[in-house]
């Protein structure tokens, strides 16, 4: 079965740093792109990082540029999302997602998610 | 950036036809996907490259996409269809990827 876990989330004080965990299996890992989604309490999707299949070439929203960075472990079949100096406005689900590959840009297998709550 | 726009709300009764709408500038240009998400639950995808679907998506889902409109249109709308539908685009300017999501549309089965 293909399937995206992700884990890592929870509570962090402002300024805070946390590293996101997403765990693929059932598919050839290292032959996706892959993508991190968030979205905050009651609100839309929002886009955050992507990063191609060999981790050469990665994306990032320009609300994350600068602090959240984005690397994958093909050999571990793992893709992370390292969040630095962390914002209240950062409070979100965060899902890992897969590209789905065919130069569309669409993505095609979701994780179930994991909550960030960055508060004092 | 690339801007989607999205109706809060959209209701239909069982049965009928729902079309929810997805307005970009020159959108038709572009390669449009839309997700449903139900409460508490991540977003699947329903219709990637404008109108196709992947495997075990009914084909009550399809859509269209032409001019500054793309639509997902659900076809004999049920209970289980309720839920939030996101349009979303690939974007790039110079060498700057981005991936950009509509706002979302509560479908509202009444």
């Known amino acids: 079965e293909v399937q995206l876990v992700e884990s890592g989330g929870g509570l962090v004080q402002p300024g805070g740093s946390l590293r996101l965990s997403c765990a693929a299996s059932?598919?050839?890992?290292?032959?996706?792109?892959m993508h991190w989604v968030r979205q905050a309490p009651g609100k839309g999707l929002v886009w955050v990082s992507r990063?191609?299949?060999?981790?050469?070439?990665?994306s990032y929203a320009d609300s994350v540029k600068g602090r959240f960075t984005i690397s994958r472990d093909n050999a571990k079949n793992t893709l992370y999302l390292q969040m630095n100096s962390l914002r209240a406005e950062d409070t979100a689900v965060y899902y890992c997602?897969?590209?789905?590959?065919?130069?569309?840009?669409?993505?095609?297998?979701w994780g179930q998610g994991t909550m960030v709550t960055v508060s004092s | 950036s690339y801007v989607l726009t999205q109706p809060p709300s959209v209701s239909v009764a069982p049965g009928k036809t729902a079309r929810i709408t997805c307005g970009g500038n020159n959108i038709g240009s572009k390669s449009v996907h839309w997700y449903q998400q139900k409460p508490g639950q991540a977003p699947v995808l329903v219709v990637y490259d404008d109108s196709d679907r992947p495997s075990g998506i009914p084909e009550r889902f399809s859509g269209s996409n032409s001019g500054n409109t793309a639509t997902l249109t659900i076809s004999r709308v049920e209970a289980g269809d309720e839920a939030d539908y996101y349009c979303?685009?690939?974007?790039?300017?110079?060498?700057?990827?981005?991936?950009?999501f509509g706002g979302g549309t509560k479908l509202t089965v009444l």
């Open positions: 997602a897969r590209d789905r590959g065919y130069g569309d840009y669409a993505f095609d297998i």
């Open positions: 979303q685009v690939w974007d790039s300017i110079s060498d700057h990827f981005n991936w950009v």
């Open positions: 059932g598919f050839t890992f290292s032959s996706y792109w």
């Open positions: 990063i191609n299949s060999d981790g050469s070439s990665t």
